[in-house]
């Protein structure tokens, strides 16, 4: 009968050892993918509905456009000491462009309350051009802030300051 040389026992296991910690590698690796792609598909998701919110919020300024003229469509909650202000919607007259502007926007930021984390949104009204109103509408969500800091939303959508994937604006 042969024996195997005293030198040569156990590499078997040795061998079953690091194979177990390649396939573990390799399997942490997928689940890094897979965490990242379900990352990126939440921000892709309410990156969509801000789009949304914003179209949906030109909708309702284009059904009122006395109100836009005297920007009763004006609302900025971006500053950290205001980011629990809401829209007022309380109104005495429900036939005036005010009072319409008012419960537009009240019913709107709730939908957009209902679909973003954490939303902050601002917006407002140029007269001064020569072709009318146009309107500036910014979206925040979910601390987007860079470095957490407490400070203004100064640059709404400026990639430097904010993560890009939680602000949307439009300009019309």
């Known amino acids: 009968?042969?024996?195997?040389?005293?030198?040569?026992?156990?590499?078997?296991?040795?061998?079953?050892?690091?194979?177990?910690?390649?396939?573990?590698?390799?399997?942490?690796?997928v689940a890094a993918l897979q965490i990242g792609s379900f990352k990126d598909n939440i921000q892709s998701k309410q990156y969509?509905?801000?789009?949304?919110?914003?179209?949906?919020?030109?909708?309702?300024?284009?059904?009122n456009s006395t109100a836009v003229a005297l920007s009763?469509?004006?609302?900025?909650n971006l500053a950290a000491a205001k980011k629990d202000t809401l829209p007022n919607d309380s109104c005495t007259d429900n036939s005036t462009a005010e009072c319409q502007a008012k419960q537009d926007l009240s019913v709107?930021?709730?939908?957009?309350?209902?679909?973003?984390?954490?939303?902050r949104i601002s917006i407002s009204t140029n007269t001064s051009i020569a072709s009318g109103a146009q309107i500036t509408a910014q979206i925040v969500w979910?601390?987007?802030?860079?470095?957490n800091s407490s400070a203004d939303y100064a640059q709404v959508c400026d990639k430097t300051k904010v993560d890009s994937y939680q602000c949307n604006q439009v300009v019309k």
């Open 108 to 119: 709107w930021y709730q939908q957009v309350k209902a679909s973003l984390p954490s939303p």
């Open 142 to 147: 979910d601390a987007a802030l860079k470095n």
């Open 72 to 76: 009763y469509y004006d609302f900025n």
């Open 48 to 63: 969509e509905a801000a789009s949304y919110a914003l179209h949906q919020l030109v909708e309702r300024l284009s059904s």
């Open 1 to 29: 009968m042969h024996r195997a040389p005293k030198q040569n026992k156990g590499i078997a296991l040795l061998e079953v050892l690091i194979s177990l910690v390649i396939i573990s590698v390799g399997l942490l690796g």
